[in-house]
């Protein structure tokens, strides 16, 4: 196979080596940073880390007043959490374009 001889196969898996470390390092980066998503103005806010964990979950005063309202914050609380992680994972996918150049790469974080 000619392109492949003389260190070509070796430049390359260099190459793979290299954007898959730039890879983990932005995970590991997404990681430790924090997402907010909202609902209903600021009547609750969710905040998530770039793992997708739920990190709080904060109701402000006055949004129950009683058993009715509780269906209400149920539906509100599941919005904010939706775009807190939809927030992330848009972020996410910016920063690991950076690096594959919008290439997908399946197995490459294995």
Excluded: C, H, R, W
Excluded at 31 to 44: I, P, Q
Excluded at 47 to 67: H, P, Q, R, Y
């Amino acid at each position: 196979m000619k392109g492949f001889g003389g260190g070509g196969m070796q430049k390359l898996m260099q190459q793979a080596n290299q954007m898959q470390n730039k890879m983990k390092k932005i995970q590991e980066q997404l990681a430790e940073m924090e997402f907010e998503g909202a609902a209903s103005g600021d009547a609750v806010k969710v905040k998530v880390n770039g793992k997708n964990e739920v990190l709080s979950i904060t109701v402000a005063d006055g949004v129950v007043s009683g058993a009715d309202d509780v269906e209400m914050l149920q539906d509100m609380i599941v919005v904010a959490t939706n775009e807190a992680l939809k927030t992330a994972k848009e972020y996410s996918d910016k920063e690991m374009n950076k690096v594959t150049g919008g290439m997908s790469m399946p197995g490459l974080l294995g």
